[in-house]
């Protein structure tokens, strides 16, 4: 969902790499950050820091930072695509990174090493540079040292914040894995996680406040990201229901099943006036009793009326040859992602090899409502 907005920026291992316009907001944030504490670290350590140097120092330390970033959004990544799972591509926001993993993990194992991977490589970070920082303090290179120190600290402040029990971050996943492996249900793993995640933001909005009345402007920082991690919250516990309710919910269950047969020779007029009052988003097309394609009121668009008596019904519509083969056993969620890959409005359903409905985005979502087991 970020991506439509974002500008890609290169890609690696595969995976694209974007930044979405916000995240100049927080570079710039980060590289002031960065250039304070540079300012801290030197006067900490006797070092001499002007103020050119200090800023020049906190637009590379935030740059190694965005790098870092990546890092450990690309550890979540390689390690989805180690166990099977498609990745989209790495998005840099507001809040820092996230790795679009297109399918959730298939059991608690796979979604404990997926999330573990990215704290672990930021851990790994911080050890690096806290190495390297140890080795240009003995060597008084104080640039490098000064860099190298805001670097470890601030990677393991990444790490430890990503494993807040806040779901979706990396800790809220390793909650709701633990959760799953002793409920047995992912459903009711994701909803007590989702109630986890919510009062541990609830507690962060609070500690930011106390930071904000203290003149700590962190605070406020702090205070964003918890309201995001509360809205992820929730959206990610709804998401979770529904995904749950397509995977258990038949395709024929949801499809639109009383069948209005069109003529494929009909001229579009008679095929307009057949459906004028239906509600469909499409019709199976019928040629000497067989199945030969879907279509849809929608299609007469691109035929200008004054021609609709001389065209048959067939020069219009979708044919089935062309078309996915959906199951009335399958579940709801093939059928969704069958229709968003074709890009079509409506599929046919199969029975026995016969057509017996027309499922369509609409018709699966009404059914879920009609079902009760889609959440609002
Ligand atoms: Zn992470």
Redesign the pocket.
């Known amino acids: 969902m970020l991506i439509r907005s974002s500008w890609r920026i290169g890609s690696i291992a595969g995976i694209d790499i974007a930044i979405h316009p916000t995240w100049l907001v927080i570079y710039a944030l980060f590289a002031y950050a960065a250039m304070l504490s540079a300012q801290a670290i030197a006067d900490l350590n006797g070092v001499p820091l002007s103020t050119r140097n200090g800023f020049i120092l906190g637009l590379i330390a935030a740059l190694v930072l965005f790098a870092c970033v990546v890092i ?2 690309l550890a ?1 990544a390689v390690v989805a695509r180690r166990l099977g799972i498609p990745i989209g591509n790495i998005t840099l926001f507001l809040f820092g990174g996230v790795a679009s993993i297109l399918r959730e993990p298939g059991t608690p194992a796979d979604e404990v090493k997926m999330a573990a991977a ?2 672990l490589a930021s851990v790994a970070l911080a050890a690096l540079f806290g190495a390297l920082a140890a080795l240009t303090a003995s060597l008084h290179w104080s640039w490098i040292f000064t860099l190298c120190t805001f670097l470890a600290v601030t990677n393991l402040v990444l790490a430890l914040f ?1 494993l807040l029990p806040a779901f979706p971050s ?1 800790g809220g996943r390793i909650l709701r894995a633990i959760l799953w492996r002793f409920m047995g249900s992912q459903a009711r793993a994701t909803s007590v996680a989702s109630t986890v995640s919510a009062v541990v933001a609830a507690l962060l909005v609070v500690a930011g406040g106390l930071m904000a009345v203290r003149h700590e402007w962190n605070g406020i920082w702090l205070i964003f990201i918890a309201l995001f991690l509360l809205q992820a919250a929730i959206a990610s516990g709804r998401q979770a229901r529904i995904s749950l309710a397509l995977e258990r919910t038949r395709t024929g269950d949801v499809m639109a099943r009383t069948l209005i047969p069109v003529s494929g020779d009909a001229p579009l007029t008679a095929f307009v006036a057949q459906v004028a009052d239906g509600r469909r988003t499409a019709y199976p097309v019928v040629v000497d009793g067989n199945f030969v394609g879907l279509v849809s009121p929608r299609d007469t668009a691109n035929v200008p009326p004054s021609l609709w008596e001389h065209t048959p019904v067939r020069a219009i519509m979708t044919p089935a040859a062309g078309l996915p083969q959906l199951s009335a056993d399958a579940p709801a969620s093939d059928a969704l992602a069958a229709l968003a890959k074709s890009g079509v409005r409506s599929l046919p359903v199969l029975e026995n090899g016969e057509v017996t409905g027309v499922v369509s985005e609409e018709s699966i979502f009404a059914g879920l409502r009609d079902r009760g087991t889609a959440a609002q």
């Open positions: 450990h959004e979540h990215g704290p990503n990396d």
